[in-house]
């Protein structure tokens, strides 16, 4: 199969659903649930949607399978990239899918069941609880394709701290999930893919019956500081949008 087909990057699914007061959005991509525009677009709608929802109290953001949580961008929608614009654009997924976990007016409990890279990352770090079984290491990979994580870069930062996420980003390697728990980015580890899973049905079925409206005040106070992001977050998928297009980054890619 050609990895830059049309009907690879057409491929994957979000799925959105609501039941006793519990929102879930899934998604999937037969590449390491990697995350083309098209898929990034649909998660931010969904995501969106369901704040907006009177019946839904809490948001559950997953993905499907067993080994991978999120492979961060799809590589193969770089390759496509041929200019500073629709690079850009591309970037500017990633920062629609977090401005929409921050923004919702409910909490985003993230499940964590793999391994997780890039942008990937992001989005367990926008979460205002992450569940994570052990081994679902992570890595920030994008210094090793010419580029860098610019995108999701503020909202790790705010997550975990400058001195973690610089060498998060510098050292393009994967750490351990032990590591991940222990700057913040998990707020629990479970030792199985079952007891997550155990852990993550009673947990949101707790935080469905709290009082909402102490919930959206609450999440307001964890994000308190970020009403300048919509305009940094567009200059930095800017940034990315134009080192894609750089010969070290079509190089790197190539390998």
């Known amino acids: 199969m050609e ?50 929802e009177p019946e839904a109290r809490v948001i559950v953001l997953r993905s499907e399978g067993t080994a991978v949580f999120c492979a961060g961008a799809s590589f193969d929608e770089f390759r496509a990239v041929s200019d500073a614009e629709s690079g850009r654009r591309f970037f500017s997924g990633f920062a629609q899918v977090v401005l929409a976990m921050i923004r919702a007016p409910k909490f985003v409990v993230t499940r964590v069941q793999g391994k997780v890279a890039g942008g990937g990352v992001g989005l367990i770090a926008a979460s205002d609880y992450a569940l994570a079984a052990a081994g679902a290491d992570l890595k920030l990979s994008e210094l090793a394709v010419g580029i860098g994580p610019f995108v999701v870069g503020p909202v790790i930062e705010r997550k975990i701290g400058l001195a973690a996420f610089s060498a998060l980003a510098v050292d393009a390697d994967w750490r351990s999930a032990e590591w991940g728990e222990r700057h913040g980015l998990y707020a629990e580890l479970l030792e199985t893919r079952p007891g997550l899973d155990a852990r993550l049905r009673d947990f949101t079925r707790k935080l469905a019956g709290f009082n909402p409206e102490a919930m959206r005040r609450l999440k307001e106070t964890f994000w308190a500081g970020t009403e300048r992001w919509p305009e940094l977050l567009a200059a930095r998928a800017e940034i990315s949008g134009s080192l894609v297009l750089s010969d070290y980054t079509k190089r790197a890619l190539a390998k």
């Open 3 to 52: 990895y830059n087909s049309p009907s690879l990057l057409d491929a994957g699914t979000v799925r959105a659903s609501l039941a006793n007061g519990i929102g879930t959005v899934s998604f999937e991509h037969p590449k390491s649930n990697s995350l083309p525009g098209r898929l990034l677009g649909e998660l931010a709608e969904q995501i969106r949607r369901l704040g907006e």
